[in-house]
């Protein structure tokens, strides 16, 4: 089957660039955004019947249309919720198995729980010079299940956060001290940009800027120290677990075997740039592609257009082979949104801004194959088939 290349709505609403996507668990029907405004948002991206533009297709490498033929009207999804209590930028978002709480982490130095159907957050961990970050925190995911008699028998009990202090925590969501975490990770010599879990397992596997991955086995408290080299922007497990995508900053993914760290498959292309932001890699399509966004823009490739571009660019790779199966050039927006694309530098000249796109998310459950991504626009763009 084709690699899903086809923008099938847009998710507006976001006031600066979007960092953090995420589906919630399946069939993975809405999605959740967290951009630099401060604020997360709800959407269903089953679009509503106010079309907003008409794009002429993406850049599949594998397929070539006429721009008129293959012309589609790109709705608008629908705004369900705003959440409203970070008083800085949100850069990571996780949702619990049961779709009845999620977290969020960012600028405030707290890892917020929220419940989904009040909008109110639960619990803030951490705010505390004993045990909380002392810096920004990067990433935030859930790990461990609770107990079959539990209320809530399929949801997380713990979080894992990484910070920009170097340090992995672990937070009991079942603790009275909300302040202190029940486990510090402090092996990172420099920010922690990522972390996963898998589900219910006792493993956290964390990506750091001094280009190293770590796996901590709670249960024992050993590290073992996998050594990539460039600073480590992404971690992504696959649905077995045996194998980690990590993403670096010498524009190359890394599939690499968890039990041994040997590296499996590298994917890479000349074209494609990730030396110097945090750009999210993921699996798709039941880990059969890997996805990742892109520094550069689809203006500033080489197509023999000569046309400049504020379109973002993103990567598509088959898992086994490593030939790039797509080439998606990422609409900036909608038509009528083109005075967001100016801005004001630090000299007083207004600039234009490109869309780089930084995260994205694929949907693991649902009929047909789906994913987000978002960038500095602070539009996210669904993609899917038509």
Not at 208 to 218: E, I, L
Request: proline content about 4%; some cysteine.
């Amino acid at each position: 089957m084709a690699f899903p290349d086809k923008p099938i709505a847009y998710l507006l609403g976001s006031n600066g660039p979007v960092h953090a996507l995420t589906y919630s668990a399946s069939p993975g029907t809405y999605v959740l955004t967290g951009s630099a405004d401060r604020s997360i948002r709800l959407y269903n991206p089953q679009p509503s019947s106010a079309a907003v533009q008409h794009y002429p297709g993406s850049s599949n490498i594998t397929s070539k249309k006429s721009s008129a033929a293959a012309a589609a009207v790109i709705p608008e999804g629908r705004l369900i919720q705003t959440y409203s209590a970070h008083g800085y930028e949100v850069l990571s978002l996780c949702i619990s198995s049961s779709n009845a709480r999620f977290a969020s982490s960012g600028g405030d130095r707290l890892v917020f729980l929220w419940d989904v159907s009040t909008a109110q957050t639960i619990r803030r961990f951490g705010g505390s010079a004993q045990g909380g970050h002392t810096a920004r925190i990067n990433c935030v995911a859930f790990a461990g299940t609770s107990s079959s008699s539990s209320s809530d028998s399929e949801d997380e009990n713990l979080l894992v956060s990484g910070s920009l202090d170097a340090s992995v925590r672990i937070w009991d969501l079942r603790s009275n001290n909300s302040q202190k975490p029940v486990q510090t990770l402090s092996e990172a010599r420099d920010s922690v940009t990522s972390v996963a879990c898998a589900r219910g397992a006792a493993e956290i596997v964390a990506g750091s800027v001094d280009g190293r991955v770590r796996t901590y086995d709670v249960r024992t408290g050993r590290c073992t120290t996998d050594v990539v080299g460039p600073s480590v922007t992404s971690v992504c497990a696959t649905r077995d677990g045996r194998a980690l995508l990590v993403g670096g900053l010498d524009s190359r993914l890394r599939l690499m075997d968890r039990e041994t760290g040997e590296c499996l498959k590298t994917y890479s292309h000349p074209e494609f740039r990730n030396e110097g932001l945090r750009i999210q890699s993921i699996m798709g399509g039941k880990d059969q592609y890997v996805l990742t966004g892109d520094e550069m823009t689809a203006g500033t490739a080489t197509d023999g257009s000569g046309n400049s571009s504020n379109e973002g660019r993103l990567w598509a790779w088959d898992v086994l082979t490593g030939d790039v199966k797509a080439k998606v050039s990422v609409p900036w927006g909608p038509a009528g949104f083109e005075p967001k694309k100016k801005v004001v530098g630090k000299d007083g000249k207004e600039k234009e801004r490109s869309n780089i796109i930084s995260c994205m998310a694929w949907r693991d459950g649902g009929y047909g194959d789906q994913f987000c991504v978002g960038g500095t626009s602070g539009i996210v763009t669904v993609f899917g088939y038509h």
